[in-house]
């Protein structure tokens, strides 16, 4: 092994202590593969208002964070451990910024104001602790727009404590958010107004953190390989299309991993009983208990679709919506989890209560009926309008819940269609975001479970027997830091 790395590793949630997608399940799980090859990674968040502070351990003296016009803002610091591992993590503690219900909305679905305040506190926090820790990182990688700024700051603001050698490593999880806010957000970075131009931070007069980002960040790396090219392109640029084709030359896409201590049929403690390839009895339990969970009628002769996610436009809801009149008459029956978009919960309630024999769901967040579906599905609905890797739809291929997807970003990387000629793939695509493909995949996708089942079940082998397990994912973002670390020395030296 090359010589081990010290990486900072700043995100705005990780699982298990806050998620609301696949950001936390990410950077609760690529640091734990970081250590095992070797590095020391010390993880840092926000301690916020739903995270117990009496299981952490309290880290003594306060934190001075420098916040521009705001003065030095003092914070708490907590500390704690990835479960199952020794990798460190930090808790910004601010009641001011972090005190509050949600992460980054109120209860009605409202951004926090001040969310450029408190994710560049964030940001500049974490370079904070990592001196008071006396842990002088070699990358510094950053993670969406929340934690963008820290590129640059290790550039400008922070560039004589020791960060502006670090390699500074960027993670698109979403371009869709972008940390656009008015531009007395310079200020607070204190960075100086000549970062304000097209190039770097400026946006219609507005501060665009990720832009920023994306021009300082020594690499940009995104979660798939489809979505690195997706988003050099109008359609899934949002606007940053050219910015990013601009820096293409240090963009890599690296596909999301698994836990498969969590996301795993022959281990998962949530289902009422454990299966595997060999014994596959488990899976029709499991069918029969998600059923009697959502009320449905304990048909064996219908396949159950599931579907798990945040109920946005992203994930294809709209088209589920459409085609919804055509769906619940195809013979099946659909299990949707989800919150979000409140025309959506009321819609998907409403079908409920009108087809409650082929269409049931739960409003809300449950991470024990997200695994209860992965394993009581025989198929698993994902039509997102762009997805930048998705982790649905690979738990799902671990469950043998053959997947339904729309061909973009990581799920087309992931998912290879079935072709009933060569009897190959290991679920179905479609490629136009209509509600006509989506309902016609859906439709043939129920008719191979009913009509051609040695082609489902051979799928389902080829699907259970794939592993995306995140030590060959983290193996690659190693190469991107010594790539990037080296390429920076040598710069540097000349
Ligand atoms: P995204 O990050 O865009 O939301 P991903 O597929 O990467 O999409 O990750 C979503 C994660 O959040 C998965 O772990 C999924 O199981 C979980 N999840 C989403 N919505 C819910 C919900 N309503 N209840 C439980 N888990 C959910
Ligand atoms: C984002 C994306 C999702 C991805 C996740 C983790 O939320 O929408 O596709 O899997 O980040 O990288």
Redesign the pocket.
Known sequence: MQQPLNILFTASEVVPFA???????VAGALPKALAKLGHRVVVVMPRYYSIDKSALEHVPGPLGVPMGPMGELWAGVYKSTLPGSDVEIYFIDYEAFYGRSGLYADEHGFSYGDNDNRFIFLSKAAFQLAKKIGFKPDVIHAHDWHTAAQPALAKSRFAYDGFAEAATVLTI??LQHQGVFFKGAMDVMEMGWEHFNPYEFEAMDGVNLLKGGIAAADAVTTVSRKYAREIQTPEFGFGLDGHIRAHAGKLYGIL?GVDYDEWSPDVDPYIVQKYDLGDMAGKSACKTDLQRRFNLPEWTDMPVIGF???FAE??GIGLIAGAMEGLVHLGAQIVM???GEKWAEGFFSDVAARYPENFACYI????E??HIIEAGSDLFLMPSLF???????I?SLRYGTLPIVRATGGLDDTIQNFDPAARTGNGFKFYDATRDALYHTVKWAVDTWRYDRDAYELMQRNAMQARYDWESSARQYEDVYYHTLYAKRVKNYQ
């Open positions: 998620k609301t997608g696949g950001l936390a399940d999880h979403n999301n798990v996610g945040r992203q994930k989890l989800g919150t809300g967040y449950s991470n009926l997200a997805e930048p890797c998705g982790l649905n739809q738990y």
